[in-house]
């Protein structure tokens, strides 16, 4: 079983659209998550990074963490083409520095 | 300021032969990591270097290996390349403390024929 497990998709939805990324672990270790993005031919570019449980909003991205449930979201609120990417989960062990990511989730928002 | 950087952007090699990668990370931040990402595995950490000494390592074969200098830029080595070795090699920098996230290059896209 891997340590992250991620959907792959793909997931289309039409513009404006709420969407919901979702990753599970199986680690109750990890403490630091992160989202990050990924389009075509470029590299991973970190959206969000939080400490343990609970919300965390910045513009039209949240993201929210259950540690009880060992699981975590992105969501993206008014969705646009240009949201139209690969997302990555990550998240680690504190003191250790040491990430673990999913396999990513492709996401396509249709005009 | 200025972010990761990784060259070449692509690297034909055929299977033998060895190669190395360069990153040079953004200012001012201490580590470097590098990662394999490949459409089967996804990313899959490779090693970290912090102060020119490895701290930590992933489960990949001795023919792997890294290095990094004293201005922080690192240089990744795969040895007698193998055809599974064709993957994106991603580098990604932090600050240096622990618990910092990472920002990733656009990577070396290595191809071997």
């Known amino acids: 079983q891997k340590e992250v497990e991620q959907d792959p998709g793909p997931l289309s939805v039409p513009e404006g659209a709420i969407v919901s990324l979702n990753c599970t672990y199986s680690?109750?270790?990890?403490?630091?998550f992160m989202w990050y993005r990924q389009y075509s031919r470029k590299g991973p570019e970190l959206l969000m990074y939080?400490?343990?449980?609970g919300n965390k909003e910045d513009g039209r991205f949240t993201a929210q963490v259950d540690k009880s449930s060992k699981y975590i979201s992105l969501f993206i609120r008014d969705s646009q083409p240009s949201d139209s990417a690969t997302y990555l989960c990550?998240?680690?062990?504190?003191?250790?520095?040491?990430?673990?990511f999913g396999s990513g989730t492709k996401l396509n928002v249709k005009p | 300021k200025a972010g990761v950087t990784q060259t070449p952007r692509y690297l034909i090699k055929t299977r033998g032969q060895q190669v190395t990668l360069s990153c040079s990370p953004i200012?001012?931040?201490?580590?470097v990591s590098w990662y394999q990402q490949t459409p089967g595995q996804g990313l899959q950490f490779l090693f970290e270097?912090?102060?020119?000494?490895?701290?930590n390592k992933g489960n990949f074969p001795g023919r792997f290996s890294g290095r990094q200098f004293s201005n922080s830029r690192s240089e990744m080595n795969v040895s007698t390349l193998e055809l599974g070795d064709s993957a994106l090699y991603l580098c990604?920098?932090?600050?240096?403390?622990?618990?910092?996230?990472?920002?990733f290059g656009d990577g070396t896209r290595l191809s071997i024929l």
């Open positions: 990604a920098s932090s600050p240096g403390g622990v618990d910092q996230p990472q920002h």
């Open positions: 680690n109750s270790a990890f403490q630091y």
């Open positions: 939080t400490y343990s449980s």
């Open positions: 990550a998240m680690s062990v504190p003191n250790f520095n040491k990430f673990y």
């Open positions: 200012s001012g931040h201490r580590s």
């Open positions: 270097y912090f102060s020119e000494t490895q701290r």
